[in-house]
């Protein structure tokens, strides 16, 4: 189910040859570093920061070094860090799931999922707005950012989520049966659009999830296990600094830097394709992370998904946005 990938020393500088950017140069090597485990979904709104961090020896730099594991979801990598056998995790949406639960602490956000959660429909089948899904399949994967998004996008027309039928698949399959014909509609995230618009020249999109930003924002980011994250707080102030950096650097440099990333881990995605993924989300600069972590911004986006958790899992006695979401090292480490 998973890749693992435990035991691969990322080094300082181990990158800096496939970046072909000597300017990064070594970090201090009498840095004594922290062995992390880290949990990951492998798509470039997760781990697109993670991957620049640690080829531009930006958290080395701040004495971190990551043990990594891949996961093919949220629901698996949580699993493996309440289990014990990861400290954090970085995912999407399901991170408004669990912590709700007391089950984490988010203590980082990567950026907004502004555009990658996507509905698509078959005009030929009697869909040609949101309000024909009434009554309707749509396909999707129950507890992911795309179902978030279908059920903010049905609300916000006027369909209540009940009165469509939602076919629960992995993305893969759905995207599988909706290509074939066989639903109507598939709520999905990219890079499965370009599967769709490929092979289905007549489907449509009907919205995206920029409809309902800022009101409403499905963000990535950082949770880390409730032990680890009260033990170890100089070492989440390392991945912060080491992240923000790397962050800053994406946001500067991104036609550089998404050659880079395709080149060393995305090498089956063409360029172009992980160019319009990129463009698919929403990054900030940390200066402006910090504005919205100071304001409250990301508390209440975080809210407004754990409020559909809470619905959808029938989660008691939910741990609010306010108390499982840690702004404070953040604000205390990154400076406006």
Sequence with gaps: MSMDRRGFLHRAGAGAAALGLSAFGAPALAQARTKVKLGYLHTLAVDGQLWLGIDRGDFAKHGVEFELTQFTTGLELFQAMIGGSIDMLTTGA?????PARGQGKVFLINDVEFATAQLWVHPEQGVKTIADLKGKKIATTAGTTAHVFLDSALRAN?????????VNQG???????FISGAVPA?????PFNIAVRDKVPTARMLVDASAYYPQAAIVDGWVARNDFHDKHRDVLQGIIRGWASANDYFIANSDAALETLQKAHYPQVPLADLKEQFHAQKMFTSAQWHKMYADGTVT??????????????KIQNPVPASQYFD??????????
Excluded: H
């Design 300 to 313: 209440a986006w975080l809210q407004k998904v754990t409020d559909f958790f809470v619905g959808f899992a």
């Design 327 to 336: 702004a404070k090292t953040y604000l205390e480490t990154i400076k406006a």
């Design 171 to 177: 993305m893969a399959n759905a995207v599988t049966s």
């Design 186 to 190: 598939v709520a999905l995230w990219v």
């Design 158 to 166: 006027g369909v209540d989520p009940k009165d469509v039928e939602l």
């Design 94 to 98: 399901v991170l408004s799931n669990f």
